[in-house]
């Protein structure tokens, strides 16, 4: 599937410390340490409701660790897949009495449009499900063939499986109790009151064509795939047995991301699938979390078409710590424009205050698990000295512009 257009990315000089980042499975922030070449996988949109904030905020926390890396001076494999056919997706084309297809692709349309207006660079490789069928069913076949998965004792509809227990580690990146994941699973698509699985939380690998339902060809039969094995044929296809980051909102440690790590590593023998477990927190709106099943959404393009400019859009979501869970308001969007006029402002003097510090204090904040509020906060208070003309430095205004552009991916 085609990305989206690449955004340019300015070179600063110099280089800050390593990224640190906060891992779901061990519960700490931690060094990042990848090769020349970071690797980092995050779970793209389900193509319908796209793009509302929520959505951006995750894929901007995720730009950031993009940038903090180019900064740091390696090459990012960057890899996001489009979930385009699933049961949200045709429910959804159901209810509306849409075509699934035309509806997939429309609003994956609209969201690559929303990523490059939001300047988030983009992905290496951008995959749909369907165009990556082929490959799923062959992982889904090996596993299978492994004793890794299982046909459920159906005879009318024998769908494959994925054992829990077959690695002796599942668990490990939610931490989650089996009570826990077992609730979890049945209220975020799963099947655990299933008869015929060997375990509660076993999730579906394959499953067999139903009467009016898309399926495609494959040495299992006929069918469509679950979601997690999607991701994980996508995912080592492309980035190999180990990545440094797996991203997505928090609503995905279970049991997407548990899957998907217990997928890969049933599959190559490698622990841990992600080096980094990163999660998102959920943005609210009127005191609930902004979601497709609650219908409160604000959507990146409707703020578009109000002329909203989307570098604002941008800072109203980075002013919050991406981990936290946190509203919209359309007071938090006012104060991002009122912010971006004032940096606007300040790089437009012919002098300010040295812009070395500034840079370095950027670079320190954002490596400390991406902590933007205090990255933002840094660049007002060298905006209001410049806007109070207490600098000199002909050179910084300049500067500033390029690292606010580089490492925040704010055009000033
Ligand atoms: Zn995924």
Same mark, same amino acid.
């Given at each position: 599937m085609d990305t989206w257009a690449a955004v340019d990315l300015p070179r600063l000089d110099g280089a800050g410390p390593p990224l640190r980042l906060y891992d779901t499975a061990t519960a700490q922030v931690r060094p990042t340490a990848p090769g020349p070449t970071a690797t980092m996988y995050v779970c793209g949109i389900t193509?319908?409701? $796209?793009?509302?904030l929520g959505h951006a905020a995750t894929y901007l926390a995720f730009d950031l660790v993009n940038r903090v890396w180019r900064d740091l001076g390696h090459d990012v494999h960057y890899v996001q897949n489009v979930t385009d056919i699933d049961d949200p997706l045709l429910e959804r084309a159901a209810r509306d009495q849409d075509d699934w297809v035309v509806l997939g692709m429309r609003e994956t349309a609209l969201f690559r449009e929303d990523m490059e207006a939001l300047r988030v660079l983009p992905p290496r490789h951008y995959i749909g499900a369907v165009e990556a069928m082929g490959e799923i069913a062959e992982l889904v076949g090996k596993l299978l063939a492994a004793g890794a998965a299982y046909r459920v004792d159906d005879p009318e509809y024998p769908d494959v499986y994925f054992?829990? =227990?077959?690695?002796?580690?599942?668990?490990?990146? =939610?931490?989650?109790?089996e009570a826990t994941m077992i609730e979890i699973a049945r209220e975020r698509g799963?099947?655990?009151?299933? /008869?015929?699985?060997?375990?509660?939380?076993? /999730? !579906?690998l394959w499953r067999m064509a139903r009467p009016g339902e898309p399926s495609w060809e494959s040495n299992l039969g006929a069918g469509r795939p679950g979601w997690h094995v999607e991701c994980a044929a996508i995912a080592l296809n492309r980035l190999? /047995?180990?990545?440094?980051v797996n991203g997505g909102g =928090?609503? !995905?440690?279970?049991?997407h991301h548990e899957c998907g790590a217990a997928h890969a590593e049933a599959h190559t023998?490698?622990? /841990?699938?992600?080096?980094h477990y990163v999660h998102t927190g959920m943005i609210g709106l009127d005191g609930e979390k902004m979601s497709k099943s609650r219908g409160n959404l604000v959507f990146v393009s409707k703020l578009r078409a109000q002329d909203v400019d989307p570098n604002a859009i941008r800072l109203a979501l980075l002013a919050?710590?991406?981990r936290s869970d946190r509203p919209y308001t359309p007071e938090l969007l006012a104060t991002a424009q009122e912010r971006l006029e004032r940096w606007r402002d300040a790089v437009s003097l012919a002098a300010g205050p040295p812009g070395e510090d500034l840079v370095a204090r950027l670079r320190t904040h954002l490596a400390d698990d991406l902590d933007t509020p205090r990255a933002l906060a840094a660049v007002d208070a060298w905006a209001a000295e410049a806007l109070e003309r207490?600098?000199?430095? $002909?050179?910084a205004p300049a500067l500033v512009r390029t690292a606010v552009d580089a490492l925040l991916g704010v055009a000033l």
């Open positions: 193509p319908y409701d $796209a793009t509302h054992d829990v =227990s077959v690695t002796g580690r599942f668990g490990y990146e =939610s931490n989650y109790d799963g099947d655990p009151d299933r /008869p015929g699985k060997r375990h509660p939380t076993d /999730p !579906l190999g /047995p180990q990545i440094d =928090s609503d !995905l440690i279970f049991p023998g490698v622990h /841990p699938f992600a080096r919050g710590h991406y207490r600098g000199t430095d $002909a050179a």
